[in-house]
């Protein structure tokens, strides 16, 4: 999705909605209740045949204030003949107390599978052309010892975050290392492509403004192979009422896209919707059409604003 991402993971503009698919220390961690679901789906380049899309589903809880556990997953339907689906478990101990109320710092571990598929009939090949027109009866003259790989997952991440609701800013920071095992992922028995690990920097602060009034500049750093992403934004929540808060944001993915975010909560609900403008020189080619991602999250919460 980055000029510079051509081998990289599918991830979504709006991370921050399920953290947990970023960094398994981050698995239970909310201080504001102990229960979290959440879902997204994703579809870019509409005007491209066939568009990409993407959908997750997340959930996690805390256990006695301690331990968070949890599972997602995710579902990549990148081209329409190609697919990756990700089922993950996911665990976080917490080193600090939340009873402590000044700052939690959690180390997490996940472990589940990679299924990567290809869909045979929607492939073509050119030695199934004659004079222009296509034969899907005719053979592909390509060997391909498999159409289907399962993998491994397994992944690490460290959380600090600062919690004390009476000062402005409560900085916070996450560092995680997805795909350790660095699993064999060739479709070909003698081929050698692994799948790279990919490393993941989440930093910012939440800054209370008022009592009704919160932001949230962040920062996003991912690295596979020779492969990066920055994404650099703000967001803000304002609670409007006890039962309604309406949220806002834009960020820059550099190189690829300003995102703009809109959304509101309405009790214990948090609704998105964020579009990519595309910047690059992908915009040609997509005729200026982004991507358009939906998140919706359940999660008891105060008037804390920390669903940001």
């Keep these: ?29 909310f201080p504001d209740t102990d229960l979290r679901v959440a879902t997204q789906y994703r579809s870019q380049w509409g005007t491209m045949a066939p568009n990409f899309s993407m959908a997750s589903f997340t959930g996690e809880k805390r256990i006695n204030n301690k331990y968070g556990v949890g599972a997602y997953m995710l579902n990549d339907d990148g081209v329409k003949s190609f697919n990756t689906f990700n089922f993950v478990i996911s665990g976080s101990y917490l080193v600090t107390s939340f009873f402590e109320k000044e700052m939690i710092l959690s180390v997490g571990l996940q472990a589940g599978m990679i299924y990567k598929y290809i869909k045979k009939n929607a492939l073509s090949f050119d030695s199934q052309y004659i004079n222009g027109a296509f034969n899907s009866d005719l053979p592909s003259g390509e060997v391909i010892d498999r159409y289907n790989r399962l993998m491994p997952e397994v992944n690490l991440g460290v959380n600090f975050e600062r919690t004390k609701k009476e000062v402005m800013f409560n900085p916070y920071t996450s560092f995680a290392i997805m795909h350790c095992t660095y699993p064999k992922e060739s479709f070909l028995e003698n081929g050698k492509s692994r799948l ?34 920055l994404n650099i934004g703000i967001s803000s929540i304002y609670n409007y009422t ?67």
């Design 1 to 29: 999705m980055v000029v510079l991402v051509r081998a990289q993971d599918a991830h979504f503009s709006q991370y921050y909605a399920s953290p947990i698919i970023y960094n398994p220390a981050q698995t239970g961690v």
């Design 196 to 229: 790279s690990p990919r490393f993941i920097l989440i930093g910012g602060t939440r800054v209370n403004y008022n009592d009704n009034l919160f932001f949230d500049p962040k920062i996003l750093i991912m690295k596979q192979s020779n492969n990066y992403e």
């Design 242 to 308: 006890p039962d309604l808060a309406f949220t806002g944001g834009v960020s820059y993915r550099l190189k690829d896209a300003v995102i703009l975010m809109g959304g509101c909560k309405y009790k214990n609900i948090m609704y998105r919707v964020s579009y990519d403008i595309v910047t690059s020189s992908l915009k040609t080619y997509t005729r200026g059409h982004g991507g358009l991602e939906f998140s919706v999250v359940f999660m008891d919460l105060g008037r804390s604003g920390s669903l940001l």
